[in-house]
Structure formats: structure tokens, C-alpha cells
């Protein structure tokens, strides 16, 4: 079965310093991978999402980076965290139904709370 | 571009009764996928249940059912026989384009003991 980890579970960065969260995926080749943040009682917001190893696609302008090194790791960066990147970052992979390819459902990890002070 | 409208920011069930979370959508892909997530207090996302749109049956997951009235792009979860671990937040989100999901704000449902 596919498991999806995410460190670190917390974190706490004044601003100014720099960020690196890690996400991977266990069970699966070859997935489509997806960084989302969740402001506080707030939707999901797509940041990035790739669909193989060094693709990206960033979905909103800001100064966060991701990469993807290997097949099953996700990195999201950033070089100088401002206050506004505090929330909670979601790493998702998604399941793709070969039959019916317009259909993605996605598995979450347990998500990053990052505060930035 | 795709929408997913959840309307009610919050809801309340008495536990053991039903409650109905809505949602509306649009897309102008004529193939897609409907989904409902919970969100309980650790905040791990969980797929509860998936709609494939070209399917004219409501999809059942146990006490979890939806109704999908395609024409008029409305999707909604009904919990059945509420439990003290139901309350979460709820995201409708919806998958009409390649690599994309769609989500919705969310709708924070409380369980009355």
C-alpha cells in the first residue's frame, strides 16, 4: 500500500531564515505530487505540483520553490520566510485511474504546521 | 476554470441523527470526478467518498452517501447515524482536468452529543 511522510511535523522560523520541508512516497512509482498550504480555517491553496522528477508547476507567484529530486520526493523552499508564509503545508500525491484519466484523487500526508515569528 | 462552492460554513448534528453538507460545482469538462474529504482536528486529509461523473448512481461509502444532480452541478454528502468522530471539516473537490483538484472552503460540522 502507499504511504505518503512529511517533515517536519512542526517547525518555527523567525523571518528572514530559510525554509525546507520534505515530502515522499512510499508504494508508488512514478506519482504525480502536490504541495498545498491551508491558512488558518481556510481551503486548500495549490502551490506547486509536478508530475515527475525535476517538473514543476507553480500555481501562485510568491517566494517559495519546490523540487523534485528523486520520483517519490517532494522539497518545498524558500531562501527568506515572510510572516505571511505561516500556516499548514499539505503534501499530496495523486492516484491516477488509467481508465478514466481525467480522474485525480489525491492522498494527503499529515501536514507541517510552520509558524514564522 | 473549475469552482467548487461550499455555502454552509458551518453545521451542527445531533449524534445518531442525518446531516447534509452541500455543494455546487462548475466545470466545462464533460468528465470528471467529485470527491468529499474530512479534516478532523489533527488535520489529516481523508478521502471519504468519490462520484464519477459519468455514473448516474449516488455513490454509498457506509454511513456516507452523496447525492450528484449533474444538471444542476450539485453534490452533496449525507452522514448517516452521526458519530462523535464525524466532526471535522468537510471539503468537496472536484477533478474535471489533468493533474488538477479543485477545493472547496470547507464546512466545519459539529456532533451534539
Known amino acids: 500500500s502507499q504511504t505518503i511522510h512529511q517533515w517536519p511535523a512542526t517547525l518555527v522560523q523567525p523571518v528572514g531564515s530559510p525554509l525546507s520541508l520534505e515530502c515522499t512516497v512510499e508504494?508508488?512509482?512514478?506519482?504525480?505530487l502536490y504541495w498545498y498550504r491551508q491558512a488558518a480555517g481556510r481551503g486548500l491553496q495549490l502551490l506547486f505540483y509536478?508530475?515527475?522528477?525535476?517538473?514543476i508547476s507553480s500555481e501562485v507567484p510568491q517566494n517559495l520553490s519546490a523540487s523534485r529530486p528523486q520520483d517519490r520526493q517532494f522539497i518545498l523552499s524558500s531562501k527568506k520566510l515572510l510572516l505571511s508564509d505561516s500556516g499548514f503545508y499539505l503534501c499530496?500525491?495523486?492516484?491516477?485511474?488509467?481508465?478514466?484519466?481525467?480522474?485525480?484523487?489525491?492522498?494527503f500526508g499529515p501536514g507541517t504546521r510552520l509558524t514564522v515569528t | 476554470a473549475q469552482t467548487v462552492t461550499q455555502s454552509q460554513p458551518e453545521m451542527s448534528v445531533q449524534e445518531a441523527e442525518t446531516v447534509t453538507l452541500s455543494c455546487t460545482y462548475d466545470t466545462s469538462e464533460s468528465d470528471y470526478y467529485l470527491f468529499w474529504y474530512k479534516q478532523p482536528p489533527s488535520r489529516q486529509m481523508i478521502l471519504v467518498i468519490r462520484q464519477e461523473a459519468y455514473k448516474q448512481q449516488n455513490a454509498t461509502e457506509n454511513r456516507f452517501s452523496v447525492n450528484f444532480q449533474k444538471a444542476a452541478k450539485s453534490f452533496s454528502l449525507k452522514i448517516s447515524d452521526s458519530q462523535l468522530g464525524d466532526a471535522a471539516m468537510y471539503f468537496c473537490a472536484l477533478s474535471g482536468g489533468y493533474q488538477k483538484v479543485t477545493f472547496g472552503i470547507g464546512t466545519k460540522l459539529q456532533v451534539i452529543p
Open positions: 509536478s508530475v515527475g522528477i525535476g517538473q
Open positions: 499530496a500525491w495523486g492516484g491516477l485511474d488509467l481508465t478514466r484519466p481525467r480522474g485525480y484523487e489525491q492522498y
Open positions: 508504494g508508488t512509482s512514478n506519482p504525480n
